[in-house]
């Protein structure tokens, strides 16, 4: 295990610099001025000249690179153009917001993948059960902002249930956070429970032609209790590494599901950053996703070495 971990770590420092390195260079390929777009198409060339020299903009590309860099190694991360603020305090503002998003719809999409596949294999004939099969490869195919405008139309502005936007601290305002969270939730959570009940139902395909399970029901044992004391068990391996990458994209992925519902979150705030050219900013999410991705990804190759023992000597 200790080797597990170590040789994880060490990808982890070598996709970091990795990422950051190309995100560095990639956004300064996108076109116009940071300096100019933060004065305006008026402002004098001298002004202009002297806000690209306060923000390390004129040296040769390698030398900016190389400034940010040994930056980065020392905790600072710049200072954000748009906020006037360091990048740290900036995500860890825009932070919360999309990880309660990330975490609940996870959360709710995998009891309802597990729910429903146990149950389609328990009752294969079953009408419902052959209606959410359907429905599930229907979820897969509908992309996330038809359907989230299609439940502000139905829910917000038809039958005025929900609000469309906007967004409140779960934990300290519940009562006006959970309506508010309902619609962006149930978006995601179609998405992900779909795409969890597919992967779920290949693994349990997998499983049930296996010997093992014939010798438990010649002791005895129902469908159901071999169901969630064999099958289950095993077949939610590949289902984990699933949940893990899933949930480490959906944190830098729900652009346009807190755009669309106003959530101030991570995602909003990239799109704000690359329409402001905030250079420091849009490095500072991106190496924060970049992390937060390797580290969920490391839990989960941990949670499966403890699982399944033959993971740990490969």
Known sequence: MTGLLLRRLRDLVIILVI???????????????????????????SDVDALRESMGLNGPLWEQYLTWAGNVLHGDFGTSITYHAPVLGVVADHILPTLTLAVLSTVISFFLSVAITSWQAVSPRNPVARALDRLSALGMAMPDFWISLMLVLVFSVTLRWFPSSGYENL?????????????????????????FVLTLRESLLG??????LRTARVKGLSERQVMTKHVLPNALMPLITQLG????????????????????????LL?????????????????????????VNLLVDLSYALLDPKVRVS
């Not at 390195?21 to 402002?43: E, K, W, Y």
């Not at 499983?207 to 093992?212: D, Q, S």
């Not at 994209?249 to 909003?268: D, K, Q, R, T």
């Open 171 to 195: 934990f300290t305002d519940p009562a006006t956070a959970v309506p508010a969270l309902v619609l962006p939730l149930t978006v995601l959570v179609i998405g992900q429970t779909a795409l």
């Open 271 to 295: 799109m704000g950053a690359v329409s402001t050219r905030d250079f420091p900013l849009i490095q500072g999410v991106t190496l924060f996703v970049a992390v937060l991705f390797v580290l």
């Open 19 to 45: 990422v950051g390195t190309m995100m560095f260079f990639v956004i300064r390929l996108i076109p116009g001025d940071p300096a100019q777009a933060i004065l305006g198409p008026t402002a004098r060339p």
């Open 245 to 268: 990458s899933n949930f480490a994209m959906l944190v830098g992925g729900i652009v346009i599901i807190e755009s669309i519902f106003v959530v101030p979150g991570l995602g909003h």
């Open 207 to 212: 499983e049930l032609p296996l010997a093992y």
